[in-house]
């Protein structure tokens, strides 16, 4: 198998690629798979295990990523799977034979000095993974290590769950005569998973609500003429959005959660709102998400608002779904979604 080393933007990563013919991996894409010896568990699980820290109130913390954690002897029963952390300790026999066996000689002396403990490995053992490998006899020097650069282990992971859960959304076909709707009448469209049916529309007041059915997942498209500097605050995008919640029925906002912050949104720049909605006459609620940006080239305002009601399920990859789908929105003719 060949493999191609290119340093990176941080110099104390290796990224190895395959360009060999694989299998593709398997297994659930939201669970980081840890294989470590006991030493190194009880030194770097703190740092790792802050992998959790980032997901979404539904209403309770439900993390977008779970960490597994295993004994390296069970590499051979989880290599195929699609996000894999290897420990090796340099201090343990396995741990070298295993370094050894998977670095050039070059990173390995780099490693066993501990000057370059982290490695970057795309589709090592089987297309569609990420696979990190941790290399050193100074566990605290390794520990500083991935402190300073969990944040990219998170990116790479992510970056890997967006492309391929975008492939298993689409995989079984598009609905292509709503999108076509989408475009002729209002000049803008997106992709839209199969088993979406377009709910309501109101072309006066330009509004228009895709959904499909249990466990419920809405998607609505807002927009305005001209640039709405009000949807563009905080305040204004809290109020936007219980407006939108009359369209949904009795839907409103729960003051107590809400979060923004500002993002891309496509390839625009977007005022993101996310927290809990909750039904003003039922007893429903759920996590949601509300984009805010400007088109400059229609000159119009939009709002694109997201929300999953799952009681007593996971609900972070549904609605990330539903996120990942939104966000292939577009104001210009894509052949690629109406052809």
């Given at each position: 198998?060949?493999?191609?080393?290119?340093?990176?933007?941080?110099?104390?990563?290796?990224?190895?690629?395959?360009?060999?013919?694989?299998?593709?991996?398997?297994?659930?894409?939201?669970?980081?798979?840890?294989?470590?010896?006991?030493?190194?568990?009880?030194?770097?699980?703190?740092?790792?295990?802050?992998?959790?820290?980032?997901?979404?109130?539904?209403?309770?913390?439900?993390?977008?990523?779970?960490?597994?954690?295993?004994?390296?002897?069970?590499?051979?029963?989880?290599k195929m799977y699609h996000n894999l952390i290897?420990?090796?300790?340099?201090?343990?026999?396995?741990?070298?034979?295993?370094?050894?066996?998977?670095?050039?000689?070059?990173?390995?002396?780099?490693?066993?000095?501990?000057?370059?403990?982290?490695?970057?490995?795309?589709?090592?053992?089987?297309?569609?993974?990420?696979?990190?490998?941790?290399?050193?006899?100074?566990?605290?020097?390794?520990?500083?290590?991935?402190?300073?650069?969990?944040?990219?282990?998170?990116?790479?992971?992510?970056?890997?769950?967006?492309?391929?859960?975008?492939?298993?959304?689409?995989?079984?076909?598009?609905?292509?005569?709503?999108?076509?709707?989408?475009?002729?009448?209002?000049?803008?469209?997106?992709?839209?998973?199969?088993?979406?049916?377009?709910?309501?529309?109101?072309?006066?007041?330009?509004?228009?609500?895709?959904?499909?059915?249990?466990?419920?997942?809405?998607?609505?498209?807002?927009?305005?003429?001209?640039?709405?500097?009000?949807?563009?605050?905080?305040?204004?995008?809290?109020?936007?959005?219980?407006?939108?919640?009359?369209?949904?029925?009795?839907?409103?906002?729960?003051?107590?959660?809400?979060?923004?912050?500002?993002?891309?949104?496509?390839?625009?720049?977007?005022?993101?709102?996310?927290?809990?909605?909750?039904?003003?006459?039922?007893?429903?609620?759920?996590?949601?998400?509300?984009?805010a940006f400007y088109d400059l080239s229609t000159?119009?305002?939009?709002?694109?608002?997201?929300?999953?009601?799952?009681?007593?399920?996971?609900?972070?990859?549904?609605?990330?779904?539903?996120?990942?789908?939104?966000?292939?929105?577009?104001?210009?003719?894509?052949?690629?979604?109406?052809?």
């Open positions: 198998m060949k493999r191609y080393l290119i340093w990176p933007v941080v110099l104390s990563f290796v990224v190895i690629t395959s360009c060999s013919m694989q299998k593709t991996a398997r297994g659930p894409l939201d669970i980081v798979y840890v294989l470590s010896d006991e030493e190194s568990q009880k030194v770097l699980k703190p740092v790792i295990d802050t992998l959790m820290a980032f997901g979404i109130r539904a209403p309770e913390f439900q993390p977008f990523y779970e960490v597994k954690w295993f004994p390296l002897t069970n590499l051979p029963g989880l290897v420990i090796a300790n340099l201090n343990t026999e396995l741990g070298k034979a295993l370094a050894r066996r998977i670095l050039p000689g070059d990173r390995y002396k780099m490693a066993f000095e501990d000057s370059l403990n982290l490695f970057f490995v795309q589709d090592f053992w089987v297309s569609e993974q990420v696979f990190f490998l941790i290399v050193g006899r100074d566990l605290s020097k390794v520990k500083e290590s991935i402190l300073a650069n969990i944040g990219w282990i998170y990116k790479k992971i992510d970056e890997n769950f967006a492309t391929q859960e975008k492939k298993y959304i689409f995989k079984y076909g598009e609905q292509k005569n709503i999108s076509r709707h989408l475009w002729e009448k209002y000049h803008w469209t997106m992709r839209i998973q199969h088993d979406y049916v377009l709910l309501r529309e109101y072309p006066d007041r330009g509004f228009v609500w895709l959904g499909r059915g249990f466990p419920y997942r809405w998607v609505s498209v807002s927009w305005a003429k001209g640039f709405k500097p009000d949807w563009m605050t905080e305040s204004g995008l809290y109020e936007k959005r219980n407006e939108v919640g009359k369209f949904y029925r009795d839907i409103r906002t729960d003051k107590r959660f809400l979060g923004y912050y500002w993002t891309k949104f496509g390839k625009w720049k977007a005022l993101k709102m996310y927290g809990l909605w909750y039904h003003e006459k039922e007893t429903k609620g759920g996590p949601f998400i509300t984009y000159d119009r305002t939009f709002v694109v608002d997201m929300l999953v009601f799952a009681p007593g399920e996971k609900v972070t990859i549904l609605l990330r779904q539903v996120e990942l789908m939104a966000k292939t929105l577009t104001t210009t003719y894509d052949p690629k979604i109406l052809d």
